[in-house]
């Protein structure tokens, strides 16, 4: 162990010298975490849809998405795309993102009230059922019908009257009715309504349970690619033939909707790293095939009203950022925020590192060098005896002189600085035989 002591650099000696910088790179690292840019929130607040919908299972899927990297997202149920439009928006509300079905939203008072947009999801079919022994083709034919639109604050209201307007039919043309779907269906199969209007994704069992229901039309919007040219928020789907049931041939041939899409809609205070994870779900939840869609088709930013955020736009434009590909999202998301830090720490401690080594030198060498001002306080002693007592004060200093070789002997110092220290020991040595010289000199008349 001694060998190793003496033939190593001292690390407790370069630690001391780095010290400062240290504590100096700490510091700025600490202030520009909380200060620069605020880490990520660790609870996100959204607003679903009604339980057991298409938007609350679709929910749970992005909660447990999120959950992989240590975030909780918090769900709350509600009516449908209007009343989530209306919460994110709600400067009193919480709720930071939500589902939104395009055509439910005014963009430009979205945009005044800071709202943005995380790209479409998936499409969301206008079906519209009806009771009929013929097949219509227009729907100004419903005049006088009594037309469900389900529940108040599902978003599908706004839509559906403008595609009424578009016919030359006024609300006042037509009986509405607000029921929940599921119990619009059972009213529509019962006959107690003419009408059923909903928006569902491709894979709803209420919609799977009117095609196989005798008695109830699909209607098909032959006009579909006018509808498209007249309302941006739509688009042209086709359902194909046999689709629900090949072996049934459900459909019986192909029917064209026309579909808004589903936007994940956030406020603009979103933390930009999470607007990441959150387009990293939704590829893994939507970028599947269905029966309106092709494989990776959506997440996209397209078929959107409110403007795509920036940040979401590089999501579309280059993928998963690069960190977050080979590193946990923390991690990735401490350098990410820091690296300017980093590079502007290096810029200014690049520099100063100059400094340690000489600091250091100073550090090994200060061990030595501070004996010599012990060894100088005997020889003044030397210099200046008086012309009594001058025995007992040589005798003195030789004492002293016998501590400071003592202490010295026992200075740890690297072997690459050896030479110094015994360089003091010659010194003490060669002040010793100073005063025994001294010792046996006559003295001074």
Request: charged share 20%; proline share 6%; glycine share 4%.
């Amino acid at each position: 162990m001694q060998k190793i002591k003496f033939t190593l650099f001292s690390l407790r000696a370069l630690l001391l010298a780095a010290l400062p910088f240290i504590m100096t790179a700490v510091v700025v690292c600490g202030l520009a975490y909380w200060l620069v840019d605020p880490a990520p929130p660790r609870v996100i607040d959204m607003s679903t849809g009604p339980a057991n919908s298409a938007y609350a299972r679709f929910a749970q899927l992005y909660a447990q998405e999120l959950a992989k990297n240590k975030i909780t997202l918090r769900l709350q149920t509600s009516e449908g795309s209007q009343e989530n439009f209306d919460r994110i928006r709600s400067p009193d509300s919480q709720i930071e993102v939500g589902f939104v079905r395009s055509g439910s939203t005014d963009p430009d008072s979205a945009q005044e009230q800071g709202l943005i947009s995380l790209g479409s999801l998936f499409y969301e079919p206008i079906w519209v059922f009806y009771h009929s022994r013929q097949e219509l083709s227009n729907l100004s034919q419903f005049k006088g019908k009594r037309i469900n639109l389900g529940a108040e604050g599902n978003g599908i209201g706004r839509i559906f009257r403008q595609i009424l307007a578009a016919n030359h039919l006024q609300e006042a043309d037509v009986q509405i009715q607000r029921s929940p779907d599921q119990d619009a269906a059972d009213a529509l199969l019962r006959g107690d309504t003419d009408v059923l209007v909903l928006s569902a994704g491709s894979d709803s069992p209420l919609v799977q349970r009117l095609m196989q229901s005798s008695g109830i039309r699909l209607f098909d919007f032959v006009q579909a690619e006018a509808y498209t040219r007249r309302f941006p928020y739509l688009s042209q789907v086709t359902l194909a033939r046999g689709m629900i049931d090949i072996g049934k041939d459900i459909p019986a041939r192909d029917y064209h909707l026309i579909s808004p899409t589903v936007t994940l809609v956030a406020h603009e205070s979103l933390h930009p790293a999470l607007i990441a994870l959150l387009l990293q779900a939704a590829q893994k939840i939507h970028s599947r095939a269905d029966w309106l869609s092709h494989r990776a088709e959506f997440p996209s930013d397209r078929y959107t009203e409110i403007p795509v955020s920036a940040d979401a736009e590089k999501f579309y434009q280059h993928g998963i950022p690069v960190l977050q590909r080979y590193l946990p999202f923390w991690i990735a998301n401490f350098i990410e925020r820091m690296w300017f830090v980093i590079v502007a720490l290096g810029a200014l401690l690049l520099p100063l590192s100059k400094i340690i080594p000489p600091l250091y030198v100073w550090r090994i060498r200060s061990r030595v060098y501070r004996w010599y001002g012990q060894l100088r306080l005997v020889e003044q002693v030397m210099d200046e005896l008086p012309a009594s007592g001058r025995t007992q004060l040589l005798q003195q200093q030789l004492s002293r002189l016998d501590e400071i070789e003592d202490k010295v002997n026992r200075i740890s110092i690297p072997l690459s600085y050896a030479e110094e220290l015994y360089g003091l020991r010659s010194h003490i040595d060669f002040v010793r035989k100073r005063i025994l010289s001294l010792m046996t000199e006559p003295p001074p008349v």
